[in-house]
C-alpha cells in the first residue's frame, strides 16, 4: 500500500526522520501517525531500503479551463437531474398505464420506452460532457515491450516441459500412452453416438404423402368437400388438404396441393398415364381441373402466387414460376422440376378425390430421390 | 474524507486477499488510442450486454412449446385461432407483460444492431490491416462470433413461431436437406423427423438462449483478454510508432467514455424499441406449412441468403441415382462458406506472400495498401449484390421494371461488380496514394507568388506539419528476396520465388505491393525526411511508371 500513498503528491506527509512534533497535530484525513511511533527508523524517500521516489504526476489535477469548467458542472448536474427524473418517470409508467388492451398496450410502451430513454441519454450526455469539459486533457503513453519472450525464458520454458514430460513417464512407456489413447477414442465417440435419438432415419419418408385412394379434397379453411360443378367457371386458385388431416401440419407440410379450374383446351394434355415434361396427365385430371403439389420443388415454400392471365404459378419466396397448362414445368427462377400433378377422380358422391398418391416425392431435392419418374 | 477512508479501506481488505494493487494499477492506467472506428467492436459488444439482458426478461414468460393450443386473449383479432404456446406466449408478453413489447422490440433491434456492428467492425479491422501480426487468431475469434452471431439471430427470430419466421425456417430446411450425402440426416435429426414436427421450437430456444451464448461469453471473453494483452493497435500519428500506445488511460477516461457510450447505445435501441414498430409477430399470424405472405423479407443479415438462393440458376443434376441439388446447397452454403474462408486465410495469406513477419501495432490507412483494400471492396459489393437481389421482388416493384429482369441483372451483377469494385477502388487507392504524395513532396500550395530575378513565376510551398506527415508517410512494405538484377543471373529468381509455387508468390507480391511510384522519385533523394525509401516488389524503380512525369522540379 506505500506505493499508493507516493503516488499522491502530499505523499511527503511522511513523517520526516526526526520531526515528530510536526505529525502530533494531524488533521482528520491525513495519514495516520502510526508509523511515526514505529521503533523503526524510515530512511527517506529514493535512498535504498526507504519508499520509492513521489512518483510524476501523469495526469493533472485541475482541468484545463476552470472557467468553463464550472459551466460544464451545472450542465452535468442538470443532465443527471433529468436522468433521475425520467427513471422515477419510467416506475411511474409501470403503476400508471395498464396494459391487456392493444391501445393500453401502445401507451404504456410509449410511455416506457420514452422514460427509458431518456434516463440512458441525459446520463450519457452528462458523463460525456464530464469527460470533455471537466477533466483535464491528457495524452499518455505506453511502451509497448516485444510479445516473444526473450531466449532465456523460452530456454527455461523448454526445460520445465521436458523435465514435466520425463517425469511423467509418458514418453518412455509406450504402453501407456496407446492405451490411454484408446481409451480416450469411444469416449469421445460415445457422445455422437448419443445425438441418435435426435429424430428418426429418413427411410422413404419423404417419398409418399398422405394421399390415397379415394381420399377428399377439401377446401383449405372452410374444410368443405368440392364438385367440379362447384366452380362456375375457370379461373382462379384454391387450396386444398386431404380430409381428416385439416390440422395436421407434418402432413399438410407435404400434402397440400392447389386445384385450378381451366376453360376447354387450355391444358396441353398427355394421354399416357404418367407425367411427361410439359404435359398434364389427362387422366389425373376432372373436367379441365388440375391439383399441383402446393411444396415448392426448390425449397418448399408454399407456391401460393398465381397469375391468370399467364397461368403461372409463382413462389413468392425465391420467385421459381411454373406453368400451370403445362404440367407445372418451371418457367423461371431457381426450382428445377415441375410441381408434381396429383391424381384426381370424383368419387360416387361426386366430389374430387384422390386416385393414389402422387407418384414422385414432393417439395424440395434430397440426395436420396433419385431421377424423376 | 469519509469516502476516500472508505475506499482505501476497501481497497485493503481486498488487497489482503487478492494481490491486487499492482495488477489493478496497470490495468488502471492502460492506454486506449482514440479513434471513431474503435468504437465499432465497443458497439457490438455493448448490443450483447443489452441482448443478454433484455433477452433474460423475456425467458421469463416465453413458452418455448409447439403445443397446439386456442387463443383467446388480449389481441381479439386472432381470438380462436389455433397456434403453438410459443406464438401465444409471445402474444401474451406483447399484449399482457408491461415492458414486454419494449423488451421485445429492443431485443430485436440490439440483434440486429449486434450483428451490423460485428459486420462493420471486421471490415474496419480488415481495411486497416488490423489482424495482422500478432492478432491473427483474434481475427478468427471474430470470424467464429460472426458466424454464431448469424445462427444466433436465425434461431432468435425462428423462435416465436409466427409465419415470417416460419418462412425462413421452411427455407432453411430446404438448403439443409439438399447438402449431398448427410442432408436428409441433418434435417431429419435437427427436426426429430419429417419437417416441421414438434421439436424444432424448443431445441432452438436452448440452443438461443444457452448453448451459442454461452460460447459468445466464452469468446467474447478470449477476444478481450488477448485485445487486453496485445495492447490496441493505434492510427498513425504524430509520435505514435510500433513501440508504443498513445491515448488516454483507463481510468478515469476510458472507463467514463465507454459507460457513457453504453448507455448510448442503450438510449438508441430503447428510442428504436419505443418508436419503430419491429417484428410484429400478431400481425404475420401463427406459423402454417400452407400459408405465406407475398414481399416475405428475412433480417437484414440473412438477406444475402436469400439473394443468393434467388438468383442461382436452376442447375439439379441426378448422378449415379443421387441428388445433386446445385440450385440450392451451392448458393446455401458457397456465398458465406467462401467469404469466411478466404477471410480466415487471408492474414496467413499475405504474410506468405509479402514475406512480413513482423509484428504491426500501427494501422494501415486503406489506400495505402490498395491491393488489400479493392478486394476487400470487391467483397463487400459482392454480398452486396446478393443482399440486393434479396429483395428482388420490392426492387421490381419500387422500380416498376420486371423480377425476372431484375434477377437476370443480378446473375451479371454478382460476377461484374466485385471486378469493377476491385479495379476502381484500386485505382482510387493509388490516386490518394500519389495526392498524399504530393502534398509530402512539395508541401502545401499557399497561393502566394513569387517573381523569381530570372522573370519566372513560381508558387511558394510550405512544408506540410508533423502531424500531417506522421498520418501521410507510407508505411515501409517488406521486400521479397530479390535475385541479381545484373549479369548473367540477372534472370534466376532467389530461392525462394523458384519452381511454380515460387512464381505464383512472386506473381501474387507484384500485385499486393503495387503502390503509387514513389520508389523512383525517393531514390532521386527527393525524401522529404531522409527516411528509408519504401520498397516493394512491382513499384515504380521497376515498372517505370509514372515517375518521370512528376521527376522535374
Request: aromatic fraction near 10%; charged fraction near 20%; charge should be neutral.
Amino acid at each position: 500500500m506505500s506505493d499508493s500513498t507516493a503516488g499522491y503528491p502530499g505523499g511527503d506527509e511522511v513523517p520526516a526522520n526526526g520531526e515528530p512534533a510536526e505529525t502530533r497535530r494531524r488533521v482528520i484525513g491525513t495519514p495516520s501517525p502510526a508509523e511515526a511511533r514505529s521503533m523503526l527508523q524510515t530512511p527517506p524517500p529514493g535512498t535504498p531500503g526507504g519508499p520509492p521516489p513521489p512518483r510524476r504526476r501523469e495526469l493533472p489535477a485541475d482541468p484545463d479551463d476552470p472557467v468553463s469548467a464550472k459551466r460544464a458542472e451545472l450542465i452535468v448536474a442538470a443532465c443527471f437531474i433529468i436522468a433521475t427524473l425520467a427513471g422515477l418517470g419510467f416506475i411511474a409508467a409501470y403503476v400508471i398505464f395498464p396494459v391487456h388492451t392493444v391501445t393500453g398496450t401502445q401507451r404504456s410502451n410509449l410511455a416506457l420506452g420514452l422514460t427509458m430513454s431518456l434516463t440512458f441519454l441525459a446520463l450519457a450526455a452528462g458523463v460525456v460532457i464530464w469527460v470533455r469539459n471537466i477533466m483535464p486533457t491528457v495524452e499518455l503513453t505506453e511502451a509497448r515491450k516485444p510479445l516473444r519472450s526473450d531466449d532465456e525464458a523460452r530456454a527455461e520454458f523448454k526445460e520445465t516441459f521436458d523435465e514435466g514430460a520425463e517425469a511423467s513417464q509418458v514418453v518412455k512407456r509406450p504402453l501407456l500412452r496407446r492405451t490411454l489413447i484408446a481409451a480416450t477414442v469411444p469416449a469421445l465417440v460415445a457422445p455422437i453416438i448419443l445425438l441418435r435419438d435426435l429424430g428418426s432415419l429418413p427411410r422413404k419418408k419423404l417419398d409418399h404423402t398422405v394421399w390415397r385412394n379415394g381420399l377428399r379434397l377439401l377446401t383449405y379453411g372452410a374444410n368443405t368437400p368440392i364438385r367440379p360443378a362447384d366452380f362456375a367457371s375457370p379461373g382462379g386458385m384454391i387450396t386444398v388438404v386431404p380430409d381428416g388431416f385439416q390440422e395436421d401440419f407434418n402432413a399438410l407440410a407435404k400434402a397440400t396441393c392447389i386445384i385450378i379450374k381451366f376453360a376447354p383446351g387450355q391444358l396441353q394434355f398427355t394421354g399416357g398415364s404418367s407425367p411427361v415434361p410439359g404435359k398434364v396427365v389427362a387422366n389425373w385430371t376432372v373436367d379441365n381441373i388440375v391439383a399441383y403439389s402446393k411444396i415448392c420443388t426448390h425449397v418448399g415454400c408454399p407456391a401460393a402466387l398465381y397469375e391468370q392471365t399467364t397461368h403461372h404459378i409463382l413462389c413468392p419466396c425465391h420467385q421459381s414460376t411454373f406453368d400451370a397448362t403445362r404440367g407445372a414445368e418451371v418457367t423461371f427462377g431457381p426450382a428445377t422440376r415441375a410441381l408434381p400433378q396429383l391424381p384426381m377422380t370424383v368419387d360416387a358422391e361426386g366430389y374430387l378425390v384422390a386416385r393414389h398418391d402422387f407418384t414422385e416425392p414432393v417439395g424440395p431435392s434430397f440426395w436420396e430421390r433419385g431421377p424423376s419418374t | 474524507m469519509i469516502v476516500e477512508k472508505a475506499v482505501a479501506g476497501t481497497g485493503s481488505w481486498l488487497d489482503d486477499r487478492f494481490h491486487g494493487a499492482r495488477g489493478l494499477r496497470t490495468f488502471f492506467r492502460k492506454i486506449f488510442p482514440d479513434h471513431w472506428t474503435f468504437l465499432l467492436g465497443e458497439i457490438a459488444l455493448y448490443s450483447f450486454v443489452i441482448l443478454i439482458l433484455t433477452g433474460t426478461f423475456l425467458t421469463f414468460f416465453f413458452k418455448p412449446s409447439m403445443t397446439d393450443l386456442v387463443y383467446h386473449g388480449t389481441y381479439v383479432k386472432l381470438d380462436g385461432v389455433h397456434m403453438s404456446e410459443a406464438y401465444a406466449s409471445t402474444l401474451r408478453i406483447s399484449f399482457d407483460v408491461r415492458g414486454g413489447l419494449l423488451m421485445r422490440q429492443i431485443h430485436h433491434w440490439a440483434a440486429d444492431l449486434f450483428v451490423a456492428a460485428i459486420m462493420v467492425h471486421m471490415l474496419r479491422i480488415f481495411f486497416t490491416g488490423a489482424y495482422r501480426k500478432p492478432r491473427e487468431v483474434n481475427w478468427l475469434i471474430g470470424i467464429v462470433m460472426f458466424t454464431l452471431a448469424l445462427l444466433e439471430g436465425l434461431f432468435g427470430y425462428s423462435l416465436p413461431d409466427d409465419l415470417l419466421s416460419g418462412a425462413g425456417l421452411r427455407i432453411l430446411q430446404g438448403v439443409m436437406q439438399s447438402i449431398p450425402v448427410v442432408g436428409t440426416y441433418i434435417s431429419f435429426f435437427l427436426f426429430g423427423g419429417q419437417y416441421p414436427g414438434h421439436s424444432i421450437i424448443p431445441r432452438m430456444y436452448i440452443l438461443h438462449v444457452l448453448l451459442i451464448p454461452g460460447l459468445f461469453a466464452a469468446l467474447i471473453g478470449a477476444h478481450l483478454f488477448i485485445m487486453f494483452h496485445q495492447k490496441h493497435t493505434q492510427m498513425p500519428g504524430k509520435g505514435r510508432t510500433n513501440r508504443n500506445v498513445v491515448g488516454a488511460p483507463m481510468y478515469p477516461y476510458f472507463m467514463a467514455k465507454t459507460g457513457a457510450f453504453f448507455l448510448f447505445i442503450f438510449a438508441a435501441v430503447a428510442l428504436a424499441g419505443t418508436f419503430a414498430q419491429i417484428n410484429p409477430i400478431w400481425l404475420y399470424g401463427p406459423y402454417n406449412p400452407l400459408a405465406i405472405s407475398a414481399g416475405s423479407q428475412p433480417d437484414f443479415y440473412m438477406g444475402m441468403l436469400e439473394g443468393a438462393l434467388r438468383v442461382m440458376p436452376a442447375w439439379e443434376w441426378v448422378i449415379a441415382g443421387h441428388t445433386f441439388a446445385f440450385n440450392v446447397f451451392v448458393p446455401g452454403l458457397l456465398p458465406l462458406g467462401l467469404i469466411f474462408t478466404v477471410a480466415a486465410l487471408w492474414p496467413f495469406l499475405e504474410q506468405w506472400i509479402t514475406g512480413d513477419k513482423r509484428e504491426h501495432h500501427i494501422n494501415d490507412r486503406p489506400r495505402n495498401a490498395p491491393t488489400r483494400t479493392a478486394l476487400g471492396m470487391a467483397v463487400v459489393a459482392f454480398y452486396g449484390v446478393l443482399w440486393a437481389e434479396g429483395a428482388n421482388d420490392l426492387i421490381a416493384d419500387h422500380l416498376d421494371i420486371s423480377l425476372y429482369t431484375v434477377t437476370e441483372i443480378a446473375r451479371v451483377a454478382v460476377i461484374a461488380v466485385p471486378i469493377l469494385a476491385y479495379i476502381i477502388t484500386k485505382r482510387v487507392c493509388l490516386g490518394l496514394q500519389r495526392k498524399d504524395l504530393h502534398l509530402l513532396e512539395h508541401g502545401v500550395e499557399t497561393g502566394i507568388i513569387r517573381q523569381l530575378p530570372s522573370g519566372e513565376f513560381i508558387e511558394e510551398t510550405r512544408p506540410v506539419d508533423e502531424e500531417t506527415r506522421a498520418k501521410l508517410a507510407v508505411p515501409e512494405r517488406l521486400e521479397l528476396p530479390a535475385g541479381p538484377t545484373e549479369g548473367a543471373d540477372a534472370e534466376v529468381p532467389p530461392p525462394g520465388l523458384r519452381g511454380g509455387i515460387g512464381r505464383v508468390k512472386a506473381r501474387l507480391n507484384k500485385v499486393l505491393a503495387e503502390t503509387a511510384p514513389m520508389n523512383g522519385h525517393v531514390a532521386n533523394g527527393h525524401t522529404p525526411d531522409g527516411e528509408h525509401p519504401p520498397a516493394a516488389i512491382g513499384s515504380a524503380e521497376r515498372d517505370g511508371g509514372d515517375s518521370s512525369e512528376r521527376s522535374s522540379d
